[in-house]
């Protein structure tokens, strides 16, 4: 059985000093999360506090990473690690206290 200890550490500290350039290697850095952007119509957005509000019950959501508001038009842009619900969405528009329209093709 020490044997087996041996050469799976052995494996371990070989694999681990590999720099990964050639692609054999396991010491390659693993794949970061791709981004999914989604845009939604909110409406009755008229200010700064409404940006705010908005952004910060969307930031709440699993997985949203960054919102970016269009107060001219009321789209907001999410970007997050997970395909997000329009019901949950719509509730933490809801939440800040506006109403949403709907999603929005990009």
Do not use: N
Request: proline share 1%.
């Amino acid at each position: 059985m020490s044997e087996t200890t041996v050469t799976i550490e052995s494996a371990a500290a070989e694999a681990s000093s590999c720099c990964g350039s050639c692609g054999t290697g396991a010491a390659s850095a693993p794949a970061a999360e791709s981004t999914l952007t989604s845009v939604f119509q909110v409406k009755g957005m008229t200010c700064g506090h409404c940006v705010t509000s908005v952004t910060a019950e969307l930031k709440k959501l699993d997985g949203v990473e960054e919102v970016a508001v269009d107060l001219a038009s009321g789209k907001v842009t999410v970007g997050s690690t997970q395909q997000l619900a329009d019901s949950d969405v719509a509730a933490a528009i809801d939440e800040a206290g506006y109403d949403l329209v709907g999603r929005v093709e990009v």
